[in-house]
């Protein structure tokens, strides 16, 4: 947090000699009550008090004031956001191969962390959408800027049989679709953007081949109408196995596939074999987006806190004395 007034910071001087004034008063009547020396004749002419309330009241009253002095001092924060509203789908592959443990614990359990490391790189006005595959393609989470629900989606993946990238492509591009209507909608300031630009991002991570639905060149020629071009990564190495009813087999990545669906539709293509390689690559993605640092003010914050502070010590004015301070 940064103050763009520091200044008026010492307005807090006052707020320092209104603390000392109040003990200095309750230190003055500690000293007046001993005078004293018959107890039964004090709680005749003073009426029994609870110090501690008063205290609280204090305090709250202090905090108030120092609370609107820093929310007179400007406070802001430092913010990264995209300089246009931008979507990102992830498609990740859930197939079965993607059990295998050359990539430790195993593919797909390097594959959630990589991918929630990701939803918190992006700005945070990048709305993030998960689509998993396996057998049939699954929109587990449309593009939100809502992280926890991104990320819970992304927890939920589990594994299936088959593996359906062009299903996956097709519903990554229907949804961005989706999301960029919503957002002309509601601003319609969004429909004049260039239509050169790219209808949003679509990266899809997989290990394998397509095996069932749709074919990958026509899931692509659908993407590239859509102005939507795909990053794909090769996830895993040669040497990754699965076990199926007591069965080892082999499942290598297909590089050549995965590069294809990038080269055709003016997307990028990555490799990872290991987690850190993953980690650095939707690092990589997750960095092209073009952002731009803003400030943003924090004083209606500790306005309200102020505000709240002040509400607390005089509804405990009222109930416990009742009057207001």
């Known amino acids: 947090m940064t103050l763009l007034s520091p200044e008026r910071l010492f307005l807090l001087l006052v707020v320092l000699v209104i603390a000392i004034a109040y003990v200095l008063l309750r230190l003055r009547s500690s000293r007046y009550a001993l005078r004293f020396t018959n107890l039964e004749l004090l709680r005749s002419v003073a009426p029994k008090t609870a110090g501690w309330r008063r205290h609280v009241l204090a305090a709250f009253t202090l905090l108030a004031m120092t609370a609107l002095v820093v929310a007179l001092a400007q406070p802001t924060r430092t913010r990264e956001r995209a300089i246009e509203q931008s979507t990102v789908v992830l498609a990740i592959d859930t197939s079965l191969s993607m059990q295998a443990e050359d990539v430790s614990p195993s593919r797909l359990d390097v594959a959630r962390e990589a991918a929630k490391d990701f939803v918190d790189v992006v700005p945070e006005n990048v709305r993030v959408g998960i689509v998993g595959f396996d057998g049939t393609a699954r929109l587990e989470s449309p593009p939100t800027d809502d992280r926890a629900q991104t990320k819970d989606a992304i927890d939920a993946l589990q594994l299936g049989p088959g593996t359906a990238i062009g299903d996956a492509i097709v519903l990554g591009v229907g949804a961005l679709a989706e999301a960029n209507a919503q957002l002309a909608s509601s601003d319609p300031s969004q429909g004049d953007e260039d239509e050169s ?20 060149d026509e ?7 859509a102005g939507v071009a795909i990053s794909t990564i ?6 990754g196995t699965v076990n199926v009813q007591g069965e080892t087999i082999p499942v290598p990545v297909n590089r050549d596939a995965l590069a294809d669906i990038a080269t055709t539709s003016d997307g990028i293509f990555y490799e990872a074999a290991t987690g850190a390689e993953l980690g650095e690559v939707f690092e990589n993605i997750g960095t092209a987006i073009e952002v731009e640092t803003e ?3 924090l004083a209606l914050w500790f306005v309200g806190l ?9 509804l405990g004015s009222l109930a416990w004395f009742s009057r207001l301070p």
């Open 197 to 216: 630009e790219p209808a949003g991002r679509l990266v899809v991570m997989s290990d394998g081949e397509t095996t069932t639905g749709r074919e990958n």
């Open 219 to 225: 899931a692509v020629g659908a993407a590239v109408e």
């Open 234 to 239: 090769a996830y895993g190495t040669d040497s």
């Open 295 to 297: 400030q943003q003010d």
């Open 306 to 314: 102020g505000m709240a502070l002040s509400v607390g010590a005089a």
